[in-house]
């Protein structure tokens, strides 16, 4: 059986500042229109899209629990 790991409310509710989100989505939609992002940049978005994804896993995670408990 997998072991259980609580979650704080408040982390699991975290999102990315307005700010941040609007970073990722210039960074996106430059790189989607054919523009070339350079290593500083890539590495970047590719950090807050791993960010963006671990908090969508713990909300989904701590969905789960709540549901089942």
């Known amino acids: 059986?997998?072991?259980?790991v609580e979650i704080?409310?408040?982390l699991a509710q975290f999102e990315l500042p307005y700010a941040v989100q609007a970073r990722?989505?210039?960074l996106?939609?430059?790189q989607d229109?054919?523009?070339p992002l350079s290593q500083i940049e890539r590495q970047e978005?590719?950090?807050l899209v791993e960010l963006a994804e671990f908090?969508?896993?713990l909300r989904l995670r701590s969905t789960r629990?709540?549901?089942?408990a």
């Open 1 to 4: 059986m997998p072991e259980s």
């Open 8 to 10: 704080p409310i408040e």
């Open 24 to 26: 990722l989505q210039l």
């Open 28 to 30: 996106l939609d430059r």
């Open 33 to 35: 229109e054919g523009y």
């Open 45 to 47: 978005a590719e950090g």
């Open 55 to 57: 908090l969508s896993l």
């Open 65 to 68: 629990v709540t549901k089942q």
